[in-house]
């Protein structure tokens, strides 16, 4: 089982300076104690949220100070980039970090990035997979030629080649009911998450996601990541109380997310958005510890996550470790501890 964990959001009340360097308290940590990945974000114009605009370049200064452990994102925004300078951009941070890199991508769900970029977010998909195409003509180390609607290239090659051939792993986010299927039918590992879906509707989605992948021709068996909020403590009480204003104010947070695409053409079905603000708005705690996060001793998280892990098919996790942003360091140390020494193990 390979775990990592999602280093995003900037803790309140810490300085831009602070928070990039909790990050790397973080990472120095997790290279010691035999943690698999660090995981990156890409958010940008709000910094009261999260520092990380540039995710490749914190991904280069990582794998700059570490020698063992993976470093990826998760997901890099595809259609905001220019695909060719991206392509040259990953490449570098692979060779950099001696093929540790991965490179989690996505079109995100947020169409803010997009409108003060001025890219019109209906098009994100299309873009998405222009941009795909690209980045994969890119890396085959040969002179191209590209014409698509979005973007035009002529007699392109780019320097350098990744390290990993024929490139750095991808992995694709989703979250709505068309992306599971249309990674399936791109032919890539997955990332889920548990903001808009609990753990029984990631279920059936992941049916659907296995079921195209087949049907679709491709070889073997896909593998899915799961992002999830863990957070661990010497005792059930401090496990389950500690997180609760965190996580509180996490899914409020995360209803304005979804409450600004509402009444937009290009953000998908009104009705699907409308009855998903709907689910989170309604969410209570006790609900929020059944179906979306693991928290508890390392005993009871071992257990909770062998079993989400086998509900859903899992090849990995990926622990969110302060999802609002209100949790202390040490308390997100406190859990990285436990989650190396106590929990992995036990996955081993």
Known sequence: ????????????????AETFEETLVLVDAAEAWGLHEIWLGEIHFNG??????????????????????????????????????????????????????????????????????????????????EALEVLREAWKGKTFTYEGKFYQFKNATVSPMPRQLPHP????????????????????????????????SLEIHLGSYR??????????????????????????????EEPKENMTYFFQR?????????GRRDTGSATRRQSLADKVGGLTYDEILKTRVAFGTPRRVIERLGEVAEQLGLSGIVAE????????????????????????????
């Open 321 to 348: 470790l302060n999802p609002g942003g209100l949790l202390p360091l040490e308390k997100m140390r406190r859990t990285l501890h436990f989650l190396t020494h106590e929990v992995m193990p036990a996955f081993s």
């Open 169 to 200: 792993p991808m992995r694709m986010a989703s979250n709505s009911e068309e992306t599971f299927l249309h990674v399936a039918r791109l032919g890539l590992p997955i990332f889920v998450g548990l903001r808009d879906h609990d753990i029984p």
């Open 1 to 16: 089982m390979h775990f990592g964990v999602f280093l995003e959001e900037r803790r309140r009340g810490a300085t831009e």
């Open 48 to 129: 009261n949220r999260s520092v990380q605009s540039a995710p490749l370049a914190l991904s280069a200064f990582i794998a700059a100070r570490t020698r063992r452990i993976r470093v990826g994102t998760a997901v890099q925004v595809l259609p905001l980039s220019n695909p060719l300078q991206l392509a040259e951009q990953v490449a570098t941070v692979d060779q950099l970090s001696q093929g540790r890199f991965d490179f989690g991508i996505g079109r995100s769900g947020s169409a803010r990035a997009y409108d003060i970029l001025g890219i019109p977010y209906g098009e994100s998909q299309a873009r998405f997979l």
């Open 254 to 262: 995360h209803l304005e997310l979804v409450q600004s695409g509402m």
């Open 211 to 240: 079921k195209a992948w087949k049907e679709a021709g491709h070889a073997g068996n896909p593998d899915a990541f799961l992002r999830i909020p863990v957070y661990l403590a010497a005792t059930e009480t401090e496990a389950l």
